[in-house]
């Protein structure tokens, strides 16, 4: 498509806004001001990231997934090696942590990013 919008010219897009954390208008890295925790407003160019709703949409899904993947994992491994409980506790652990503030991340800056360049809100495509 060759639908050009002028007033995209420095937005990231989707992907780069999850995974690094970018404001979806300006794209400075200001979009988390915690683990998965959004600020407020963007310092740069002072979106307001609060009138956003993302919702806890991602928090289940992403659960069961990693969830399943890391059991598929540890059954793995376990079949393969028959490692130690303890060698268990040290890696899966801190994998599952990671993965989940990391994919807590991504899926909420993905939904925020993704709202914000559809331009939705309550249900409906905004007129501006």
Do not use: S
Not at 62 to 78: D, K, P, Q, V, Y
């Amino acid at each position: 498509m060759t639908d050009e919008n002028p007033n995209t010219e420095g937005q990231p897009g989707l992907v780069p806004a999850a995974l690094f954390g970018l404001c979806p208008r300006c794209g400075a890295r200001t979009l988390f001001a915690g683990l998965a925790k959004f600020a407020d407003r963007c310092p740069a160019c002072g979106l307001d990231f609060t009138t956003f709703n993302v919702g806890d949409g991602p928090a289940a899904f992403l659960t069961l997934i990693i969830g399943a993947l890391i059991t598929a994992l540890a059954i793995g491994l376990e079949l393969t090696a028959h490692p130690p409980f303890w060698l268990h506790a040290l890696l899966w652990i801190p994998l599952t942590g990671a993965a989940v503030v990391w994919g807590l991340r991504a899926g909420k800056g993905a939904l925020l990013a993704a709202e914000y360049q559809r331009r939705a809100g309550d249900g409906q495509a905004k007129d501006e």
